[in-house]
């Protein structure tokens, strides 16, 4: 057995390596006894700072959004308490597990949860909230609040969701608020630069009012603060501190109300005829001042349904409808106006003197320019008629020999003057200037120049001409004003919490034609009266178009309009219109003031695939009217009907008293 021995020298040939070690060692320690000095000692308050505030959620308090109230300060568009149904992604441990626990309570598929988190992810990021449900009812807070402690990422806040009392009943004006996308959110912020700032999650406005008035309407979001643990869930009910100071909660400011120039009653009443009536199509009734009464476009969407998220299926029904009822008729669609175009041409024949208030032009059945044949509305012949026969019996060739006689040009001169063909300015998002020809506007748009026979459809309204219903009320209501355009409106003011007026809207004239415009044009008051005189007719007179729709001791003074949606060959032109399909029906256009003599309000009707002018859009301007004046004016039409002076009509008229054109 042999014996280990210490020897010196062997030892020393091992020293040299071990100072290394040492000094190794030696550096290790240095190193970290530095970082620790550095992180203590330099940075030691703002990690400090960081790690109490790691414990610390920050939640925002939505601000409510203002309220939308009529001209007498009922309530329009308004705010209710909810709860609503959170994920916060980052603290999920187990998404499939997650969604089994909480699909059933919120009665959908846990594949459904899945997707919107992994939706979410891909579109607005691994951070942002989820919002898998809103408006949750009682009995769903109380089984999710059961489960919250188990389920980390889950949370119930309270939520304010946005009621629309009137549902589909002004949708397209009211507009519908949902969250913000990743895709709006840059866009938007550098819109509102320096006046909002907007964030992930966040409900704004997407259409209609809730839109355009977003800058005033919309509030300045509360911070709240709650102390977590690991996995997001409160942990303390009492204000929690950071760094030995009590952080305090931020208040959310309440948005700013608006009060809007609708009348509650009048929308109503123009909701309700089109549903009676069952019409598509669009409805505007406006003061003789500009002010907007009811706007009513068919068919619509309950904003509602947005509010706390449309379901698949609803969504997927107003995308696949045909009539397109997410879309705002009145100012977005333009159509042919037909013979509702008639008084304008009548104003630029009557001041160009090319007829007088009592010159004779023979009507008949038919007109031929060259060897093509134009048609009137019905087969027989007016024989010689007057300007004033001519739109009570809308008669189609005693305007096309005044489109011959005036040309593209000069129709083009006066009438758009009246704002045909260009956009009103109204303060909602998204009109359309439609479109008023002349013979640059063809040359420049298509490379062809202006042939005769186009002065003949434009002067009825069709071929190039395109308009929408809040300009032909603009028009109309020029023309019963005798020539004051005014700019028509739907916000009044704006108002804070305290009442205080923020902003204020009053009438405002654009021009008075009755002064020379920059085009040269100049329209006596004397021509406007003729031209009044004749749309009085149309509804009060032995042949009027729509002489069936009279008003208990109001008269109205109005133009019926048929407009084709297809051509038609001459033997197929005086089929009867309710025998073909609908998308082959004729649009109907009924446009009135009334009083004629002082006018106090302006309607615009337009029914789609009605047939007629006379059938189809006058009973729904008729109910509007009558509406306004038994609201305004009850003591009238309670006499008149008392005394039965006027016999209101029930029915719509004979088919054959339903004009339609023909190009």
């Known amino acids: 057995m042999s014996e280990y021995v210490n020897n010196p020298d062997e030892a020393k040939e091992f020293w040299g390596r071990y100072k290394y070690f040492y000094a190794l060692v030696g550096i290790t320690f240095f190193t970290f006894a530095l970082r620790l000095w550095y992180l203590q000692i330099i940075q030691g308050s703002e990690l400090r700072e960081f790690s109490e505030k790691n414990r610390i959620k920050q939640n925002k308090i939505p601000a409510p959004r203002g309220l939308m109230l009529d001209r007498e300060g009922r309530v329009l568009v308004e705010n209710l308490p909810g709860f609503e149904a959170i994920l916060s992604p980052q603290y999920i441990e187990d998404l499939n597990e997650l969604a089994d626990a909480v699909a059933p309570i919120l009665n959908t598929e846990p594949d459904k949860v899945i997707q919107k988190v992994q939706r979410s992810r891909r579109i607005?990021?691994?951070?942002?909230?989820?919002?898998?449900?809103?408006?949750?009812?009682?009995?769903e807070v109380f089984r999710l609040k059961r489960i919250r402690l188990e389920t980390p990422g889950l949370e119930i806040r309270e939520s304010i969701v946005r009621h629309y009392p009137l549902k589909e009943n002004g949708a397209q004006i009211f507009g519908y608020v949902s969250e913000i996308s990743k895709r709006q959110l840059p866009l938007l912020n550098e819109l509102y630069k320096g006046h909002l700032k907007f964030e992930q999650g966040d409900i704004i406005g997407k259409s209609g009012l809730e839109e355009s008035l977003e800058r005033d309407?919309?509030?300045?979001?509360?911070?709240?603060?709650?102390?977590?643990?690991?996995?997001?869930?409160?942990?303390?009910?009492?204000?929690?501190?950071?760094?030995?100071?009590?952080?305090?909660?931020?208040?959310?400011?309440?948005?700013?109300?608006?009060?809007?120039?609708?009348?509650?009653?009048?929308?109503?009443a123009a909701f309700k005829s089109m549903v009676t009536w069952q019409r598509v199509g669009a409805l505007v009734a406006m003061k003789?001042?500009?002010?907007?009464?009811?706007?009513?476009?068919?068919?619509?969407?309950?904003?509602?349904?947005?509010?706390?998220?449309?379901?698949?299926?609803?969504w997927s029904q107003l995308l696949n409808d045909p009539f397109k009822p997410l879309r705002n008729k009145i100012i977005q669609d333009h159509n042919s106006q037909g013979s509702t175009f008639k008084p304008f041409v009548a104003l630029s024949a009557l001041q160009e003197k090319v007829i007088g208030p009592s010159t004779l032009v023979n009507a008949p059945g038919v007109f031929y320019f060259g060897k093509r044949p134009y048609h009137d509305h019905q087969k027989g012949n007016y024989g010689n008629i007057t300007v004033l026969q001519a739109l009570e019996r809308s008669s189609n060739v005693f305007f096309y020999?005044?489109?011959?006689?005036?040309?593209?040009?000069?129709?083009?001169?006066?009438?758009?003057?009246?704002?045909?063909?260009?956009?009103?300015?109204?303060?909602?998002?998204?009109?359309?200037?439609?479109?008023?020809?002349?013979?640059?506007?063809?040359?420049?748009?298509?490379?062809?120049?202006?042939?005769?026979?186009?002065?003949?459809?434009?002067?009825?309204?069709?071929?190039?001409?395109?308009?929408?219903?809040?300009?032909?009320?603009?028009?109309?209501?020029?023309?019963?004003?005798?020539?004051?355009?005014?700019?028509?409106?739907?916000?009044?003011?704006?108002?804070?919490q305290d009442g205080k007026v923020l902003r204020e809207n009053s009438p405002l004239v654009l021009r008075d034609l009755t002064e020379k415009q920059k085009n040269g044009v100049q329209i006596d008051q004397k021509t406007f009266q003729v031209v009044k005189e004749g749309l009085r007719r149309v509804a009060n007179g032995e042949h009027g178009t729509a002489r069936a729709w009279k008003i208990p001791g109001f008269q109205m003074a109005g133009k019926t309009?048929?407009?084709?949606?297809?051509?038609?060959?001459?033997?197929?032109?005086?089929?009867?219109?309710?025998?073909?399909?609908?998308?082959?029906?004729?649009?109907?256009?009924?446009?009135?003031?009334?009083?004629?003599?002082k006018p106090e309000i302006t309607v615009a009707v337009l029914a789609e695939h009605s047939c007629s002018g006379?059938?189809?859009?006058?009973?729904?301007?008729?109910?509007?009217?009558?509406?306004?004046?038994?609201?305004?004016?009850?003591?009238?039409?309670?006499?008149?009907?008392?005394?039965?002076?006027?016999?209101?009509?029930?029915?719509?008229?004979?088919?054959?008293?339903?004009?339609?054109?023909?190009?």
């Open 614 to 663: 006379a059938g189809g859009a006058a009973p729904l301007v008729r109910d509007v009217i009558e509406a306004y004046h038994r609201k305004y004016h009850p003591e009238i039409v309670a006499e008149a009907l008392k005394n039965k002076k006027i016999q209101q009509a029930v029915a719509p008229p004979p088919p054959q008293e339903a004009e339609s054109e023909s190009e």
């Open 288 to 314: 003789s001042d500009g002010q907007i009464l009811a706007w009513v476009s068919s068919p619509s969407f309950d904003p509602n349904a947005f509010s706390v998220g449309p379901t698949t299926q609803y």
């Open 401 to 496: 020999k005044m489109g011959i006689a005036l040309g593209v040009d000069r129709m083009y001169d006066y009438i758009s003057t009246l704002g045909l063909g260009s956009k009103t300015g109204i303060e909602i998002e998204r009109e359309v200037a439609g479109n008023l020809p002349n013979s640059a506007w063809k040359k420049a748009t298509l490379g062809e120049e202006w042939q005769g026979g186009e002065n003949l459809s434009t002067a009825i309204g069709q071929g190039f001409v395109n308009v929408t219903p809040l300009q032909m009320a603009v028009a109309y209501n020029t023309i019963g004003m005798e020539g004051k355009v005014y700019k028509p409106f739907v916000v009044q003011r704006v108002i804070n």
């Open 217 to 268: 309407i919309r509030g300045t979001d509360g911070i709240s603060f709650i102390q977590v643990d690991a996995h997001g869930r409160d942990t303390v009910s009492t204000s929690p501190n950071v760094y030995g100071e009590k952080i305090k909660d931020q208040e959310a400011v309440h948005g700013n109300n608006t009060i809007l120039t609708i009348d509650r009653d009048i929308q109503e």
């Open 561 to 597: 309009g048929t407009t084709q949606v297809m051509g038609f060959s001459a033997d197929q032109i005086h089929v009867k219109c309710m025998t073909r399909p609908v998308h082959m029906r004729h649009h109907g256009w009924f446009v009135a003031f009334s009083p004629p003599e």
């Open 124 to 139: 607005n990021g691994p951070f942002a909230q989820v919002r898998i449900k809103e408006n949750l009812t009682r009995e």
